[in-house]
């Protein structure tokens, strides 16, 4: 029988998958990221990241972008529309991961443009627990290496694992500005849920699945006890 080569196989096989990880600010998208690119090769954008890095040196995006984040506020939309979409158009990979975008209505549609969104994982977490968790998570700012006390400590309290060098809370995880991202999250992102929902690719997870893993404060792998299989029948 005529075997067709890989070479053959139709475009729409190979089109690209855009995954979109949503979910309250400190909710543990970066964790559930980190282990999706470990287990299905994803080419990961995080937002938050790319403009941490923008204030980091310097530039007029981060210079821009600067005083919003400390005070937990979202950037302006077209300052990350531009940042994000930029570099979308740049991948070559069949697999792309976007965390923590879109977050508004106004930059789910620039996405929707460039992208056509396969999956909007939506992780939920209770209030409670993100005031809690990000009161608990430092950081190492020259790297951007991440501790919580609870769940992966630095080997010596305050210091980090590399370098020894102190380790600071980020000014978005002070009390005061976590409850003003919490407010911009329900007022901005909660809605897109429903986008989402209406165009069939929104899947949540709050880790209810493995009751024994959320009861011992680790919700995070309670969430991707469940995750990961679903990915695995989803990407094939
Ligand atoms: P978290 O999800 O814990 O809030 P991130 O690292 O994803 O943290 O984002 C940090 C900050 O960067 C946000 O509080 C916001 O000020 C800004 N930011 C990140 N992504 C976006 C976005 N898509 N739109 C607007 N602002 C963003």
């Not at 990221?33 to 990961?44: E, G, Q, T, W």
């Amino acid at each position: 029988m005529l075997q067709l080569g890989k070479a053959w196989r139709p475009v729409s096989l190979v089109r690209c998958k855009t995954t979109l990880i949503m979910g309250p600010p400190g909710g543990g998208k970066g964790t559930i990221s980190k282990k999706l690119i470990k287990d299905f090769n994803f080419h990961h954008i995080s937002t938050g990241d790319l403009l941490r890095t923008q204030v980091r040196l310097g530039t007029p995006q981060g210079l821009k972008a600067k005083s919003y984040m400390e005070s937990g506020d979202l950037v302006p939309d077209e300052l990350i529309i531009d940042m994000v979409l930029s570099k979308v158009e740049d991948i070559s990979s069949s697999r792309v991961l976007l965390d923590g975008f879109p977050r508004t209505r106004v930059q789910a549609e620039a996405l929707d443009k460039k992208k056509q969104v396969e999956i909007a994982i939506n992780l939920a977490v209770p209030n409670e627990e993100i005031v809690r968790r990000t009161s608990s998570r430092w950081i190492h700012p020259g790297s951007g290496r991440t501790y919580a006390y609870d769940y992966n400590p630095p080997k010596e309290e305050g210091k980090d694992d590399e370098t020894g060098e102190s380790l600071i809370q980020r000014d978005d995880d002070k009390p005061a500005a976590v409850k003003a991202r919490l407010q911009e999250y329900d007022n901005q992102t909660l809605p897109l849920l429903d986008y989402y929902k209406e165009k069939g690719c929104l899947r949540q997870f709050d880790g209810s699945d493995n009751p024994d893993l959320v009861a011992k404060d680790r919700r995070s792998d309670a969430i991707y006890a469940s995750l990961k299989p679903f990915m695995q029948g989803s990407l094939g």
